[in-house]
């Protein structure tokens, strides 16, 4: 049973925290949430989960063609289909993420004008729930390197890391976009482009060399520089693990995340004004 | 032992504001490179938290609201269309924020406001049992042990592990109803979701809420079903635009409720009646007209009686479809009178524009009163949409009408009826005189 509790309800201002002791309490829903999304998204559909496969493998396969045999780009000694794979995983969850967290308060409008709960469920859970993708990819990625002759090394331990910066990022640039879709509805229009820029801004289809030395700290801002060169280092070997990148990218993420979570809470309160 | 103590709750919205229509080109270029700074100028305005102005576009859908309810007291919210109930119920469940006030909340709370929140149709039954109990603020581990309880009273058992896009609206509603009334708040919040369902599973609903209600949980109930209030409810507040307007037992509620005149009418400004639709044209006005074509806020049995609106278009419009209803206080519908089933095209131009639908013959069992809410559209979007906008009050005429039951449980239309029996009339007066 509930313990009893009272409640005050008053017009709130200024800036407040996560509740963390709510979220805790409605963990149960933050998982159903999660799971709905997976289960929502592969609802009749023929191929089901198999599109956690086939999206990344067709990118790559694009990829492959154009960056790999017509233009050659480089990618330090190792196949170009494997050094564009390890980016094209961790960056199509980071893609998906966003857009998914980005639209989860306007497609959800309806349950927040009629019942309460913590909001900020419904972009963390848009989250979570891609990494179901995201270890499907992932384990497709173990298997090409397996088959390719690429063996594990002790490297692979950062991964845990790389996977963490990679949530914190998507999950605060989440929280800015749905707070800000909310209100204004341009952002729906804007994101699925920024997705598309942000491409050409993160090492995807090239590697981080080609870009020039002094602009690299800048470049570093965006937390998936130093995620998907990571990533490069800590399974194909060819790289050292860049911490001056992650450093950066990791703060980056880390300062997107604390202010996401206060801008998000502060606009909270109009949500179901304004969904 | 109180279970909420609200205290000056007041809530604004800020209401669109209409712009004049642009006189040049030149305007109409200019309009258009300001448009994206105008916007973003609404849009910030949107949010009326934090410093509410006095300004004009401002409705206080809620206006210095304080009341306390009791623990294990059911109270009943009682108000027209717009008077707030809504609203008020939206702050207590911590939906929205009240622009001003405050309210005290002792105990867990469980709200609602719709039932079936968080169902998906693709998904089953049981999984939408899971989804919905856990929005509801159930834990997984509340919802297995009550799973066959909830399973039971629905009365889906069967279907439970087939998606819910095949059920029908019924088996719906009774699976989402039979979610809601497993939870065990210290208080519930219940909007008008017990108007659901065939007459027999809403007896269940209406045990079950009576079952809660003697386990000594407080009850906050809203529903225009006022046989309902009475039955679930002794005490009441009424509302009316906003302001707490009357607070005591709730037989005392319900007649203030039924007789306050003060929203009839025979002609009402509708300029700032709440409303939704896309705006591109707006009842402005509504007259009830009777036979003789005097405004008259009620209707003389029999008569033929006329609802004339005008319409404010921001664009010429061709081929709308208006809708006038008339629905009784318990929100049933009585009468829809649409142009298009009565096959009269109706187009609006730029400006003011006048319209009437006519009822003949239109026999109402005295003693009823009619709301009357306007409709319109035009392919395919929803222009305008009003709700309760005048009540029309249903009087007897002539001596045949002099004779009906007043009785408002007897039903809302009174034909002409023909009555036959196999005794011819003649024959039973013989006997009476006979025996006599």
Same mark, same amino acid.
């Given at each position: 049973?509930?313990?009893?509790?009272?409640?005050?309800?008053?017009?709130?201002?200024?800036?407040?925290?996560?509740?963390?002791?709510?979220?805790?309490?409605?963990?149960?829903?933050?998982?159903?949430?999660?799971?709905?999304?997976?289960?929502?998204?592969?609802?009749?559909?023929?191929?089901?989960?198999?599109?956690?496969?086939?999206?990344?493998?067709?990118?790559?396969? =694009?990829?492959? =063609?154009?960056?790999?045999?017509?233009?050659?780009?480089?990618?330090?000694?190792?196949?170009?289909?494997?050094?564009?794979?390890?980016?094209?995983?961790?960056?199509?969850?980071?893609?998906?993420?966003?857009?998914?967290?980005?639209?989860?308060?306007?497609?959800?409008?309806?349950?927040?004008?009629?019942?309460?709960?913590?909001?900020?469920?419904?972009?963390?859970?848009?989250?979570?729930?891609?990494?179901?993708?995201?270890?499907?990819?992932?384990?497709?990625?173990?298997?090409?390197?397996?088959?390719?002759?690429?063996? !594990? #090394?002790?490297?692979?331990?950062?991964? !845990?890391?790389?996977?963490?910066?990679?949530?914190?990022?998507?999950?605060?640039?989440?929280?800015?976009? #749905? #707070?800000?879709?909310?209100?204004?509805?341009?952002?729906?229009?804007?994101? #699925?482009?920024?997705?598309?820029?942000?491409?050409?801004?993160?090492?995807?289809?090239?590697?981080?060399?080609?870009?020039?030395?002094?602009?690299?700290?800048?470049?570093?801002?965006?937390?998936?520089?130093?995620?998907?060169?990571?990533?490069?280092?800590?399974?194909?070997?060819?790289?050292?693990?860049?911490?001056?990148?992650?450093?950066?990218?990791?703060?980056?993420?880390?300062?997107?995340?604390?202010?996401?979570?206060?801008?998000?809470?502060?606009?909270?309160?109009?949500?179901?004004?304004?969904? | 032992?109180?279970?909420?103590?609200?205290?000056?709750?007041?809530?604004?919205?800020?209401?669109?504001?209409?712009? +004049?229509?642009?006189?040049?080109?030149?305007?109409?270029?200019?309009?258009?490179? %300001?448009?994206?700074?105008?916007?973003?100028?609404?849009?910030?305005? %949107? /949010?009326?938290?934090?410093?509410?102005?006095?300004?004009?576009?401002?409705?206080?859908?809620?206006?210095?609201?304080?009341?306390?309810?009791?623990?294990?007291?059911?109270?009943? @919210?009682?108000?027209?269309?717009?008077?707030?109930?809504?609203?008020?119920?939206?702050?207590?469940?911590?939906?929205?924020?009240?622009?001003?006030?405050?309210?005290?909340?002792?105990?867990?709370?469980?709200?609602?406001?719709?039932?079936?929140?968080?169902?998906?149709?693709?998904?089953?039954?049981?999984?939408?049992?899971?989804?919905?109990?856990?929005?509801?603020? %159930?834990?997984?581990?509340?919802?297995?042990?009550?799973?066959?309880?909830?399973?039971?009273?629905?009365?889906?058992?069967?279907?439970?592990?087939? +998606?819910?896009?095949?059920?029908?609206?019924?088996?719906?509603?009774?699976?989402?109803?039979?979610?809601?009334?497993?939870?065990?708040?210290?208080?519930?919040?219940? /909007?008008?979701?017990?108007?659901?369902?065939?007459?027999?599973?809403?007896?269940?609903?209406?045990?079950? %809420?009576?079952?809660?209600?003697?386990?000594?949980?407080?009850?906050?109930? @809203?529903?225009?079903?006022?046989?309902?209030?009475?039955?679930?409810?002794?005490?009441?507040?009424?509302?009316?635009?906003?302001?707490?307007?009357?607070?005591?037992?709730?037989?005392?509620?319900?007649?203030?409720?039924?007789?306050?005149?003060?929203?009839?009418?025979?002609?009402? &400004?509708?300029?700032?009646?709440?409303?939704?639709?896309?705006?591109?044209?707006?009842?402005?006005? @509504?007259?009830?007209?009777?036979?003789?074509?005097?405004?008259?806020?009620?209707?003389?049995?029999?008569?033929?009686?006329?609802?004339?609106?005008?319409?404010?278009?921001?664009?010429?419009?061709?081929?709308?479809?208006?809708?006038?209803?008339?629905?009784?206080?318990?929100?049933?519908?009585?009468?829809?009178?649409?142009?298009?089933?009565?096959?009269?095209?109706?187009?609006?131009?730029?400006?003011?524009?006048?319209?009437?639908?006519?009822?003949?013959?239109?026999?109402?069992?005295?003693?009823?009163?009619?709301?009357?809410?306007?409709?319109?559209?035009?392919?395919?979007?929803?222009? &305008?949409?009003?709700?309760?906008?005048?009540?029309?009050?249903?009087?007897?005429?002539?001596?045949?009408?002099?004779?009906?039951?007043? /009785?408002? +449980?007897?039903?809302?239309?009174?034909?002409?009826?023909?009555?036959?029996? /196999?005794?011819?009339?003649?024959?039973?007066?013989?006997?009476?005189?006979?025996?006599?």
């Amino acid at each position: 049973m509930h313990e009893s509790r009272s409640t005050l309800i008053e017009p709130t201002s200024g800036w407040k925290f996560i509740d963390a002791r709510e979220l805790y309490r409605y963990r149960d829903l933050i998982r159903f949430l999660s799971w709905r999304q997976i289960k929502l998204l592969y609802a009749q559909s023929a191929l089901g989960i198999g599109w956690a496969v086939l999206q990344p493998l067709l990118t790559l396969a =694009v990829f492959a =063609v154009v960056f790999g045999k017509w233009t050659r780009v480089e990618s330090h000694g190792i196949a170009y289909p494997l050094f564009a794979f390890c980016a094209i995983v961790p960056w199509t969850y980071f893609a998906n993420s966003i857009l998914e967290a980005g639209n989860s308060l306007v497609s959800q409008a309806d349950m927040i004008n009629k019942v309460y709960f913590p909001r900020v469920i419904l972009p963390l859970s848009s989250v979570l729930a891609k990494l179901l993708d995201f270890s499907i990819a992932f384990a497709t990625l173990l298997i090409l390197l397996w088959i390719n002759g690429i063996p !594990p #090394t002790v490297r692979m331990l950062i991964l !845990p890391v790389l996977v963490a910066v990679m949530v914190m990022a998507a999950l605060g640039l989440g929280l800015w976009l #749905t #707070t800000l879709a909310v209100k204004y509805r341009d952002f729906k229009h804007a994101m #699925t482009f920024l997705v598309q820029l942000g491409m050409f801004a993160t090492p995807v289809a090239y590697s981080t060399s080609a870009v020039p030395e002094s602009l690299r700290p800048l470049y570093a801002l965006n937390p998936m520089v130093g995620v998907i060169e990571g990533f490069r280092a800590s399974l194909l070997g060819s790289t050292e693990i860049p911490w001056g990148l992650l450093a950066i990218g990791g703060s980056s993420a880390a300062l997107m995340l604390i202010s996401g979570l206060l801008y998000f809470r502060r606009q909270e309160r109009s949500f179901a004004d304004i969904a | 032992m109180l279970a909420i103590e609200a205290r000056n709750l007041s809530k604004a919205y800020r209401i669109g504001t209409r712009e +004049a229509a642009p006189e040049s080109l030149m305007e109409l270029a200019g309009r258009f490179l %300001m448009a994206p700074w105008r916007n973003w100028r609404r849009i910030q305005r %949107m /949010d009326v938290s934090g410093q509410p102005d006095s300004s004009d576009d401002l409705h206080w859908a809620l206006s210095d609201l304080s009341f306390d309810v009791r623990e294990g007291e059911s109270l009943a @919210v009682i108000g027209r269309n717009g008077a707030g109930k809504s609203t008020l119920l939206k702050i207590l469940s911590r939906i929205t924020e009240p622009t001003s006030g405050h309210a005290w909340i002792h105990g867990r709370v469980a709200s609602l406001l719709e039932v079936g929140t968080g169902f998906h149709p693709e998904l089953t039954g049981r999984e939408n049992v899971y989804m919905n109990g856990t929005v509801l603020g %159930m834990t997984k581990r509340e919802i297995d042990r009550k799973f066959d309880r909830i399973a039971e009273f629905s009365g889906v058992e069967k279907f439970l592990d087939t +998606a819910v896009k095949r059920y029908s609206s019924g088996m719906k509603v009774r699976l989402a109803f039979a979610v809601a009334a497993h939870l065990d708040p210290e208080i519930l919040i219940i /909007d008008e979701v017990l108007a659901v369902g065939d007459a027999s599973f809403q007896k269940r609903c209406m045990d079950r %809420m009576a079952e809660i209600a003697r386990e000594g949980r407080t009850i906050l109930f @809203v529903s225009h079903n006022l046989d309902l209030v009475d039955r679930l409810c002794k005490r009441a507040i009424v509302l009316r635009q906003g302001r707490l307007t009357y607070e005591g037992n709730v037989q005392d509620a319900i007649s203030y409720y039924l007789t306050d005149d003060s929203q009839r009418g025979a002609v009402r &400004d509708l300029s700032k009646h709440p409303r939704s639709g896309d705006g591109r044209a707006r009842f402005t006005q @509504v007259k009830i007209l009777n036979a003789s074509g005097q405004p008259s806020d009620y209707h003389a049995f029999g008569n033929s009686i006329r609802i004339a609106m005008t319409i404010n278009a921001t664009c010429d419009l061709r081929d709308v479809g208006v809708a006038v209803v008339l629905s009784t206080v318990s929100g049933s519908r009585v009468i829809t009178g649409w142009n298009r089933e009565a096959d009269t095209p109706l187009h609006f131009e730029r400006g003011e524009n006048h319209c009437y639908c006519e009822f003949e013959d239109l026999r109402l069992r005295p003693g009823h009163e009619l709301w009357v809410s306007l409709w319109m559209e035009q392919g395919g979007g929803v222009l &305008d949409f009003v709700e309760s906008v005048t009540e029309i009050e249903c009087r007897a005429q002539d001596d045949d009408s002099q004779r009906l039951s007043t /009785d408002r +449980a007897q039903g809302v239309i009174a034909l002409r009826q023909r009555w036959c029996s /196999d005794v011819p009339t003649g024959t039973v007066k013989s006997r009476v005189q006979v025996s006599q």
